[in-house]
């Protein structure tokens, strides 16, 4: 048997460990435990048909081979992507570090103040560049962004008498190409009506309830619009702004013009372009609008003893928290991408942004000045760093390309030049002698930057900015990697120990998966670059599709949604184009068990449907009779249903196919929610159960690491129905051809990390993935078997299994005054995060080991939560001073001269022997989630607060 398989390194237990696992669970062997798990009507009869797997060191040689085939041309295109400087000591300490890419969403906090804190710097960072009053964590990219700004402001307007009525949304001509397709898609279900035009020539008068406008332009004008604004105001309309972050160092802030939203893009903070992504958007708003914000906010609170201590603020934080009253559902978000753009803004500082921000401008102005002696013009009043000229295109893209050059060509005769943070002097003479040798020109060249601006000066920024001290005192190397560092060990991630978060999967992300992510040939290419440059993406990315068309049994994929809740938006939206597209304008009737997860009626409302939720049994399984009343009762309405599969409860229902079938009776289409696919790949399939079209979140089943709350890819594969309406992209067209408008801003969504999905899938071969999932049942069913006589156990399939995760009941122990919380803090001081709380089942613990880990890493965790359980049963209804209600404990609690608590030290930090060799000691005591709500901070504090 070869020794260097990468499964061997992906599976957590050992093949001598199985006898063990399956002795405890009570099976005779791994397949009799896959047979009682799964219905044996819905097992795949065959392997699936994926190539022959590679190993870690094959791969890494294939994917540097096919990055040859990527082109990296200079890239002057822009259109809100543009080369950007990673500092190495980002790239190195953050980007390449498990520390930091392993973490999970930060609800935990006490063990999760390091990126808590980096993203506090980066709402700091958003507030302070645009001129608003607060921001949140990150959105997914600018398009998106827009479309959730816009979305804000419909739901703000009905509070607004006046505008009750009105669903018009005007949209200025100067925004981005990719932008407006994500508008159009977000508008249509919700009867917004979308007005493009000339911001100096419209209406106001008229019966709009937003606007939207670039700032700069698309192709780079900066126009002045606080009249604008004012003149909005005046007749009830709001406006949002995109704007471009590093401009913003050098232009007056929307802000001050009066915006009441501002998004944009942070990905020229540091972020590789990535052919379009992963990059965290931004979205500042006024306070007034802090409950209707999409995503998360960080906000600064208190921790038992009163010290400083960060978390997710508000208890809305989350909009699909709402369910189908939601206005957003944005879930996954873009925390890496966050993080990384923060550090940047901390490591360069106010001097460091300002001075890239006019080196910028100057090369644009240098440029400007040198074309015009070439007597070549550009177009632009005013501009940052885009030029807009005018030349015969085909005769200087031909010269162009030959030295290895894009611009964007927007037409015949004219043409945009983006510069950035990496153009030297150098490069602006490549472009000058480009443009002398298409149009037969003698050369000119520039020897320094100039001195002029090409800004007016009332456009001039002259507010401060980032003067807190942390945008201040990281500017060597050493600071940086130091405060990363501190950060960092502040945090729990993969690198520590198992995170069984329960609909997660947070397996292991593989450094064999990662490395090309650092690879020029992967990183460097604009999504916009004419495909034949991009040919080993294309390549990869079109593998990746059919990989994931076998993996469900599907006839088509797109990678555009850029996480699981966008999947569902398009993957409804499709639903929605195929009913239209058959004349069945009526079907919007969304049926949506009482056990989903909160994206679904989110992204159903998004989708313009109307939602009726279906009853769950006490067993935990969809009442199939209530759902046949009301498939027959909406039978003429029927849009689709979504369910998720294995349940939400960690169960293969058996009547799922009779479930499909039901729906398709009555004129509907199934939608599979993939978050649980770890428990189906190769051994079942969306297909299979009759399912229409699944999403997948790339970053839980397909070992894209969370981020600490980000990035995220959530394809959706659909069957030959749907395949027509797969969405589009407006430069770059993709999809099918009667493709929906876009999903995201880029036409692969975050092509960079569709790298680590398709390396796992490439390196793992039809039996790694197929032993993955067995190997995730039987991680859940050992541990299942080891804390039953413990927990009761919520739900399990009808021979008693659970599927790759389970339901741990902790609701009896209300009674004695113990919660679950309680239960998720107490882990901490034992080294491990908490499972899943509170969903799907309030008062419960979901826990899902995933294959990675290995039996004794599971045996600890099972340790744990049986001393906790004895810890539970001597807890009394009058004594709340215990090692649960008290924990976590922190180093300072420990240390302390004075210990006031009615246990010893040991039991509270050292309650089991394996603790003491790798002690994580969480950086706060429990943190106050309702002081910080009613005390709003979401940046870091001014300035004079530390004077
Ligand atoms: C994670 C999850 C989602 C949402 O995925 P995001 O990538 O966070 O948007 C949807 N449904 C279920 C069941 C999930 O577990």
Redo the contacts with the bound molecule.
């Keep these: 048997m070869r020794t260097d398989a990468f499964a061997l390194r992906h599976l957590g237990p050992r093949e001598t460990d199985l006898n063990h696992m399956l002795n405890t669970i009570g099976v005779a062997s791994l397949d009799q435990l896959i047979f009682e798990t799964i219905p044996a009507d819905i097992r795949l009869k065959k392997e699936l048909e994926l190539d022959t797997p590679m190993t870690e060191f094959e791969y890494l040689s294939h994917i540097q081979e096919l990055g040859k085939k990527n082109k990296v041309f200079k890239s002057y295109i822009g259109l809100g992507y543009h080369p950007a400087v990673i500092p190495a000591v980002i790239q190195r300490n953050i980007f390449e570090n498990p520390g930091w890419y392993t973490a999970y969403t930060p609800y935990q906090a006490e063990i999760a103040q390091g990126r808590l804190e980096a993203i506090l710097n980066y709402q700091t960072t958003i507030i302070e560049l645009t001129g608003m009053e607060i921001a949140n964590a990150s959105l997914l990219d600018e398009g998106t962004a827009a479309a959730e700004a816009m979305a804000l402001l419909f739901d703000v307007r009905s509070r607004d008498q006046k505008k009750n009525n009105v669903d018009k949304f005007y949209v200025s001509e100067e925004i981005l190409p990719q932008t407006l397709s994500v508008l159009q898609t977000r508008a249509t279900p919700k009867g917004i009506e979308l007005v493009v035009g000339n911001h100096e020539t419209f209406d106001f008068s008229s019966d709009f309830f937003g606007a939207m406008l670039q700032y700069p332009g698309k192709y780079g004008q900066v126009n002045d619009y606080a009249g604008f604004i004012a003149k909005a105001h005046t007749n009830e309309i709001k406006v949002a702004v995109a704007a471009d972050l590093l401009s913003l160092a050098k232009l007056t802030p929307p802000g001050e013009m009066g915006a009441d939203v501002v998004v944009g893009t942070s990905q020229r903070f540091g972020i590789p372009m990535g052919y379009g992504g992963p990059h965290a958007a931004y979205f500042a708003t006024k306070e007034e609008h802090k409950r209707s914000m999409p995503g998360r906010i960080i906000g600064v609170t208190i921790d038992a003893n009163g010290n400083r201590a960060l978390r997710m603020a508000l208890g809305t934080r989350e909009q699909h928290i709402k369910r189908e009253k939601a206005t957003s559902n944005i879930?996954?978000a873009q925390v890496l991408l966050a993080v990384m753009a923060g550090m940047y803004a901390v490591y360069h500082g106010p001097k460091g942004l300002k001075y890239i921000a006019n080196k910028v401008h100057a090369s644009a102005v240098t440029l400007a000045e040198a074309l015009n002696q070439l007597g070549v013009y550009q177009t632009n009043t005013a501009f940052f760093d885009t030029l807009l000229v005018k030349a015969d295109a085909s005769k200087v893209k031909a010269v162009a390309e030959k030295n290895e050059v894009n611009f964007f060509y927007v037409d015949g005769e004219t043409i945009s030049i983006s510069l950035n943070e990496t153009t030297s002097l150098a490069d602006l003479n490549q472009i000058v002698s480009i443009f002398a040798e298409a149009l037969g020109k003698s050369n000119v060249t520039v020897s320094e930057l100039a001195n002029e601006s090409a800004i007016p000066a009332d456009l001039v920024r002259t507010s401060s900015f980032l003067q807190h001290e942390v945008f201040n005192n990281h500017h060597s190397e050493s600071q940086l990697m130091r405060y990363i560092k501190k950060l960092e060990r502040k945090d729990l991630s993969l690198n520590h120990s198992m995170i069984s978060l329960g609909?997660?999967t947070m397996k292991l992300n593989a450094a064999a998966e990662m490395l090309p992510l650092s690879m020029a040939n992967w990183n460097s290419i604009h999504p916009f670059a004419p495909v034949e440059q991009a040919e080993g993406y294309q390549i990869m990315l079109k593998k990746l599709e059919q990989q994931l068309n076998v993996v469900t049994g599907f006839a088509g994929t797109t990678l555009q949604p850029n996480?699981?809740?966008?999947g569902?938006y398009a993957g409804l939206m499709t639903i929605r184009a195929y009913h239209l597209s058959r004349g069945d304008h009526h079907r919007n009737v969304c049926l949506i068990p009482s056990s989903a997860?909160g994206?679904?009626p989110a992204s159903a409302a998004m989708a313009g449907m109307e939602i009726i939720v279906t009853k769950t049994t006490p067993e935990g399984n969809i009442d199939v009779e209530d759902l046949r009343t009301r498939a027959i009762e909406y039978k003429d309405r029927l849009s689709c249903l979504m369910v998720?599969y294995p349940s939400?409860h960690g169960v293969f229902e058996s009547s799922i196919i009779e479930i499909t079938n039901l729906i398709h009776e009555n004129g509907g289409l199934v939608y599979m929610?993939g978050?649980n696919m770890n428990a189906q790949v190769g051994l079942t399939n969306p297909a299979t159960i009759g399912a229409d079209v699944c999403h997948l979140?790339l970053?839980?089943t397909f070992a894209i690491p969370h981020g600490g709350g980000g990035p995220?890819v959530?394809p959706i594969c659909v069957n030959e129905k749907l395949v027509p309406f797969l969405p589009t992209n407006p430069i770059i067209p993709t999809g099918g051809n009667q493709a929906i408008s876009a999903i995201s801003a880029a036409p692969y969504g975050s092509a960079l990390v569709c790298l680590i999905s398709y390396g796992y899938i490439s390196m793992l071969g039809s039996e790694g993935l197929t032993n993955a999932t067995k190997y995730a049942i039987l991680n859940a069913n050992y541990m299942k078997a080891r804390l039953e006589d413990h927990y009761p156990v919520l739900y399990s399939g009808e021979m008693g299994r659970a599927a790759h995760e389970m339901i741990l009941d902790c609701r009896a122990f209300k009674q004695q005054g113990v919660e679950v919380t309680d239960i998720a803090k107490r882990l901490m001081d034992y080294g491990f995060h908490a499972p899943t709380v509170s969903f799907p089942v309030a008062g419960t613990l979901m826990i899902e080991p995933t294959e990675s880990e290995d039996v004794a890493e599971l045996d600890r965790f099972c340790d744990a939560m049986i001393a906790i359980r004895k810890e539970i049963a001597a807890v009394t209804a009058d004594n709340h001073n215990t090692v649960l209600h008290n924990a976590p404990h922190t180093q300072a609690m420990l240390t302390a001269d004075v210990w006031n608590f009615p246990y010893t030290r040991e039991q509270a930090a050292f309650p089991l022997e394996y603790i003491a060799e790798n002690k994580f000691w969480p950086s706060v005591r429990r943190v106050d989630d309702a002081y910080g709500d009613r005390n709003l901070v979401c940046s870091c504090a001014p300035i004079e607060a530390y004077m």
């Design positions: 879930c996954t609909s997660c996480s699981g809740a966008q569902e997860h994206t679904n998720t939400t929610d978050a979140n970053h839980k995220g959530g």
